[in-house]
């Protein structure tokens, strides 16, 4: 005798992902039939596989969002890390939203790196600038002379150039 197999596939809110597929197998004989390929997703079963039974059968291949790796670095300004670097997995569309640490004596170029995860992997890096030393008293600091040699600053780097 002759039954249907029936192979549904749906996304995890149940909607459809592609066309069922639908055929006649003689009880006993084996079937195997690949899963269609959807970009961004992950099917439940890749194929499915059986021997037919003395009855319909009727199977649900479920699709899910393929997940994305989120990245934070967290790094001084001379490149050495700061911090224990940050990742987690994420399925496209979802929401982000991480604290960066808080170090005693810097400040983080972002407090928080929030977002929706894209369908690619996400990368950030999160650098600490050391914070500027109070001033030593109330008096206003002296005038000082024009040029390099009274400047009390280091000299200007090429990466924080404005040009």
Request: no cysteine; net charge negative; aromatic share 6%.
């Amino acid at each position: 005798s002759e039954h249907t197999l029936t192979i549904k596939y749906q996304y995890e809110d149940g909607s459809s992902a592609a066309e069922a597929h639908t055929e006649t197998i003689k009880e006993g004989e084996t079937y195997s039939v690949l899963s269609p390929v959807l970009n961004g997703y992950t099917a439940s079963q890749t194929t499915v596989t059986g021997t037919m039974p003395a009855e319909d059968v009727s199977i649900t291949v479920t699709y899910t969002k393929v997940p994305h790796t989120l990245t934070i670095r967290y790094q001084y300004e001379d490149g050495r890390a700061a911090a224990e670097t940050h990742t987690e997995t994420l399925k496209e569309g979802e929401t982000y939203n991480v604290s960066s640490p808080a170090l005693e004596g810097y400040t983080a170029s972002q407090i928080t790196v929030s977002g929706i995860m894209p369908a690619q992997d996400v990368s950030v890096t999160v650098t600490y600038t050391k914070d500027e030393p109070p001033p030593s008293s109330s008096e206003p600091d002296p005038p000082q002379p024009p040029g390099p040699s009274g400047s009390s600053f280091p000299p200007a780097s090429p990466l924080s150039s404005t040009g």
